[in-house]
C-alpha cells in the first residue's frame, strides 16, 4: 500500500536492550523524520534526513541512532533502551522543506507505542 | 531558540459551539512556516495547514478558520459550529525552513453531544 508505515506498532522490551523502529514510505520523499510524543512536551524531534546516507540531530538526539541507506527506509535504533525512552515515536516524510513554493507538509505514519521495562 | 505555546491544555464545549485554540510562538526568524496538526483519539496525526511568515491573509476552509498575526505571534484556529467529531488533541507548529520543526504540547478539544 502506498504511503508511510511504521513497525512494530506495539513493543515492550527491557532496559540495556537494543531496540529498531523500522519506518518505510512508498512516495520517494527526500526527507524523513523521526519524532517522539510525550505527555505535555508535544511532539519533539529526534532525528531527520535529508536524503539517503545525510542524517541529522533534532531536538532530542541522545541514546538513538538512525540511518538511511535507501531514501525509502529510516530506522531508528535505541542501542540501550532506558526507561525515559518509553514514548510513541512517529515517523513521518516530506518532498521538500525549505524556501520553495513546492514547500510541503510532513506525512505522519502510525506510531509505534514503545514501553520499556 | 524556537519555541511554540499552547495556552490551553483541554478544552470541553459543547457541539454546535465555536471555539478558538490558541498558539503563540518565538522565532528570531523572519522567514519561517506555521501548521496546524489533528491528532483524533485513534492516534494519527492530520494536517490542517500550513501558512508562511510572508502571508498574514487570514484562512477560512469550511468550519476552520486561522488568524495569522505576526504583531502578536499568534496563530490561532477556530472551529465553527462544532461537532462531535472535532474531538481531537490539536497541534501547532512551526518550521524555520527545515533548520528546526518545533510542536507545540498541544491543546485537548472534547466537544460533547
Known amino acids: 500500500d502506498a504511503g508511510i508505515t511504521q513497525s512494530p506498532r506495539y513493543k515492550i522490551t527491557e532496559t540495556g536492550r537494543q531496540v529498531t523502529l523500522m519506518c518505510h514510505q512508498t512516495?520517494?520523499?527526500?526527507?524523513m523524520f523521526w519524532y517522539r510524543q510525550d505527555l505535555g512536551h508535544g511532539l519533539r524531534l529526534i532525528y531527520y534526513s535529508a536524503a539517503a546516507d545525510i542524517t541529522d540531530k533534532g531536538e532530542v538526539p541522545d541514546g538513538y541512532v538512525v540511518s538511511r541507506s535507501k531514501t525509502e527506509n529510516f530506522p531508528l535504533t535505541l542501542e540501550s533502551a532506558t526507561r525515559s525512552q518509553t514514548s510513541v515515536y512517529f515517523c513521518a516524510s516530506s518532498e521538500s522543506i525549505g524556501a520553495s513554493s513546492s514547500y510541503n507538509e510532513q506525512f505522519f505514519g502510525p506510531g509505534t507505542r514503545l514501553t520499556v521495562l | 531558540a524556537q519555541k511554540v505555546t499552547q495556552a490551553q491544555t483541554e478544552i470541553s464545549v459543547v457541539e454546535k459551539e465555536d471555539v478558538t485554540l490558541d498558539c503563540v510562538y518565538e522565532?528570531?526568524?523572519?522567514?519561517?512556516?506555521l501548521f496546524w496538526y489533528k491528532q483524533p483519539p485513534s492516534g494519527e496525526l492530520v494536517f490542517l495547514i500550513r501558512r508562511n511568515s510572508f502571508d498574514e491573509q487570514n484562512e477560512i476552509s469550511g468550519r476552520y478558520s486561522w488568524n495569522f498575526q505576526k504583531s502578536t505571534s499568534s496563530f490561532n484556529f477556530t472551529i465553527t459550529a462544532s461537532q462531535v467529531v472535532d474531538s481531537a488533541v490539536y497541534f501547532c507548529?512551526?518550521?524555520?525552513?527545515?533548520?528546526?520543526?518545533?510542536f507545540g504540547p498541544g491543546t485537548r478539544l472534547s466537544v460533547l453531544p
Open positions: 507548529a512551526l518550521d524555520n525552513y527545515g533548520q528546526n520543526f518545533v
Open positions: 512516495w520517494s520523499h527526500s526527507y
Open positions: 522565532t528570531r526568524d523572519t522567514t519561517y512556516y
